[in-house]
């Protein structure tokens, strides 16, 4: 098919318009665009009838666009919101439905009475945005209230949560993940588990998308044919009992896609007409997009439709040239599995660089290897879940073989996500001019008049220039990226820093773990981002709130070299650090004000403490390295424990621009002057801290001061660990996880 049907157009022709109503926000759905042209097939689209069609439909979306609610309305800053948890509270991140405004929203919060669909009252905060573009609201407290948690419209979500327990009871551990794959609830997920999954690029694997409604209804048409029913109507029983699997689950924007186009091609076979795809993915946008104009702008959802024409636009041309280069030896259906994955997986890489900066390399083949297995274990959790009420013993035979799949997924995302190699940051300047010469390239290579040779010529001409230009615009705009990552460790320091060439030094280890070296929060972040060496340990001072896990590292990683303020301490802990680096053969190094490294061009000076300072203070919080870390036009201060004092006295030359500051002494009121403050001029300070800790940090008087300072705040003990994502230019992103 050489051209877009009407219906397509007109999807399209609405977008635009809801696109035109949030014009300051267009950008975000800049890649959506590009994909779209990327994508759309070659040629001019069919046009709608009549000269004035499209623009009533793009009259039409604007309109929708601006009656709709701006996403920003439904974070209503607030410090207290009243509606029902969509999900039983685990802990962590619960989906909450606002009362009369109807949004929802991502609340955290501890284990409390509340069950999912009960009403309540929570009071707290609301935090900064996470990688989806969305803020959230941590709370402190939650109070249960009478009324309306009963009513008949609250009934699936307590019914969807009656199930997730009962996988959880089922599958121990692994719960949580089969409760992702297959009920769209991600609550209880390891950090970890999600991290590795992003990783290497399978993220996507773990939300309910297009492919997991597909095998469901696969599955059913299956049950269904073998009651030797014909195939128009098992079709249309298939699409009816897609769309009741969906309601269960809530109603995701990419399994409402998918319900859609199912039922389409459904009807379209009863009524024995050719199904067009393209036709049945733009009535799926259409519908979609008129019902709530909002989820245009949702990463999930252009997402999903990308991968979606990507599978349709670049499934057969990708399927033909496996045939092609392979013959005979690649079966059609393995053909045929590995051109959709390919495909949806490179139709969705513009949105995920623009929306999350990051892009994995690994990708392509990531997916294709874990694809089998979530497809054996998506119908097989299914059917178990199902058998469990009348065969409790042959549900537990199907879930043991579900969990050794679902083991063998999670063991080899791990083990891959370890690599430091698998994933790149890039920038939305990347991003734009990628986009433009996409664009630029695939207008030219398929315009009317250029055919044939030449238009292979063009295209061939294209791939190279991308190809070589593609690592110079990313050195450009800051492929080498500084990952400051401020780790939640409790009432302590550990910060983890990557340099641009995935090289790793560590500030502080926090406090001690168990006895299990490998199971120490530290050693665990590490492992999962990749970190297999570091190039210095560096223990600001010999507190055990920053040197207690240092053994647990030096036991489980390579270390270059161990560095700290070369003063002695008679304290037990430190003493059996200094035993346990000289029998591995780690140098130990001590540094004081003046000294200074570099890696990868990421300058590291110390700034205390100095020569002079007394015997007495050697194990005080005066001997504290402060240290100045550098990378182009982006600064951050690491100030250990020291004192106000020692603050001023370090930040004397200082005259402004710090990107970063990490707040001293975990906010303690001895820290953290405002004279420093005020030469620094951080736009954001961290604070890590424990939660609830005895010592009443962070002092309410530095929060005072920070707020003065006009300076961004973030806490570990309410943020969870803080990543900042630091560019030469001095830009820089934050993300934080829970």
């Known amino acids: 098919m050489r051209s877009l049907p009407p219906v397509t157009n007109a999807a399209l022709a609405f977008a635009a318009g809801v696109a035109l109503s949030r014009f300051g926000a267009l950008v975000t759905v800049a890649p959506l665009l590009v994909a779209l042209l990327l994508l759309a097939p070659i ?129 121990g551990d692994r719960g949580a993940l089969v409760s992702a794959l297959i009920l769209a609830r991600k609550e209880g997920l390891a950090p970890e588990l999600r991290e590795a999954f992003a990783r290497t690029g399978i993220a996507h694997l773990l939300a309910i998308s297009g492919f997991h409604v597909g095998v469901v209804s696969g599955l059913i048409l299956a049950l269904v044919r073998s009651l030797r029913i014909t195939r128009r109507r098992a079709s249309l ?42 036709g049945a993915l733009g009535a799926a946008l259409l519908v979609l997009l008129v019902l709530d104009p909002r989820r245009l702008w949702s990463p999930g959802f252009q997402l999903s439709f990308c991968g979606a024409a990507g599978l349709v636009a670049w499934g057969s041309p990708i399927r033909q040239a496996l045939r092609r280069i392979a013959g005979p030896t690649v079966p059609e259906g393995l053909a045929t599995g590995l051109a959709a994955g390919a495909a949806a997986t490179l139709a969705t890489i513009p949105v995920v660089a623009w929306h999350f900066e990051r892009v994995s390399l690994v990708g392509i083949p990531a997916t294709l290897a874990a694809t089998p297995f979530v497809a054996l274990a998506v119908p097989g959790a299914l059917v178990s879940l199902v058998l469990e009420f009348p065969l409790p013993v042959l549900a537990g035979f ?13 063991i080899g995302t791990e083990w891959l996500a370890q690599r430091s190699w698998v994933s790149v940051w890039t920038t939305q300047t990347a991003v734009r001019v990628a986009a433009v010469g996409l664009s630029l390239g695939a207008l030219a290579t398929r315009a009317p008049r250029v055919r044939g040779r030449v238009r292979r010529m063009s295209g061939l001409i294209w791939v190279v220039t991308a190809l070589v230009a593609w690592p110079t615009l990313l050195s450009m705009t800051g492929r080498g990226t500084l990952e400051m990552i401020i780790l939640d460790v409790g009432q302590g320091d550990a910060i983890a820093i990557r340099t641009p060439h995935a090289r790793w030094v560590l500030v502080d280890a926090g406090p001690a773990g168990g006895s299990d070296p490998g199971a120490h929060p530290v050693v665990r972040a590490l492992r999962s981002r990749g970190a297999r060496r570091l190039e210095a340990l560096v223990l600001t001072h010999p507190d055990l709130d920053h040197i207690g896990g240092a053994r647990d590292v030096l036991s489980s990683i390579a270390v270059g070299a161990v560095i700290d303020p070369g003063r002695p301490s008679p304290k037990r802990s430190y003493v059996e650090l200094l035993e346990l680096a000289r029998a591995r053969g780690v140098p130990w190094r001590g540094w004081q004000a003046g000294s200074s490294w570099q890696v990868d061009g990421v300058s590291f000076e110390v700034l205390a403490p100095t020569v002079r300072l007394s015997d007495g203070d050697t194990e005080s919080n005066a001997s504290s390295l402060v240290i100045h870390v550098r990378y182009g036009a982006f600064d951050a201060l690491l100030t250990g424990d020291a004192p106000a004092d020692v603050e001023v006295e370090v930040s004397g030359s200082m005259s402004g621009g710090f990107e970063l500051l990490k707040v001293g002494h975990h906010g303690s009121d001895t820290s953290t002057d405002s004279l420093m403050l005020a030469r620094l001029a951080p736009q954001l300070s961290v ?23 006009g300076t961004s705040i973030l806490r570990t003990d309410l943020d969870g660990t803080v990543t900042v994502v630091a560019r030469a230019d001095g830009t820089f992103r934050v993300g934080v996880e829970r």
Request: glycine share 10%; hydrophobic share 45%; with cysteine.
């Open 43 to 171: 040629g001019a689209s069919r046009s709608l009838r009549g000269p004035w069609t499209p623009w009533m439909f793009v009259a039409a979306g604007l309109i929708g666009g601006l009656s709709s609610p701006a996403a920003d309305d439904c974070s209503l800053r607030g410090k207290t919101l009243t509606g029902h948890f969509l999900a039983t509270p685990r802990g962590g991140a619960v989906p909450f439905r606002v009362e009369h405004s109807g949004c929802d929203i991502r609340v955290v919060t501890r284990s409390t009475d509340a069950l999912a669909g009960q009403r309540a009252r929570v009071e707290g905060a609301w935090r900064p945005a996470r990688g989806d573009g969305q803020p959230w609201f941590l709370a402190t407290s939650a109070q249960l209230l009478p009324g309306r948690g009963r009513e008949w419209r609250w009934f699936p979500v307590r019914w969807r949560a009656a199930l997730v327990e009962r996988l959880h009871r089922r599958y």
């Open 237 to 278: 029983v298939a699409a009816i009992a897609t769309w009741l699997y969906v309601a269960l689950i809530g109603f995701p924007d990419a399994a409402c896609r998918a319900a859609l186009i199912i039922a389409l091609l459904s009807l379209s076979r009863a009524r024995a007409r050719p199904p067009a795809r393209w």
């Open 398 to 410: 199907l879930a043991g073989g579900v969990d050794a799949l679902l083991a063998c997924l999670e």
């Open 687 to 709: 604070v890590s801290v424990g939660r609830r800790n005895r010592y009443g940090h962070p002092s309410a008087r530095v929060l005072g001061r920070l707020r003065a300072a």
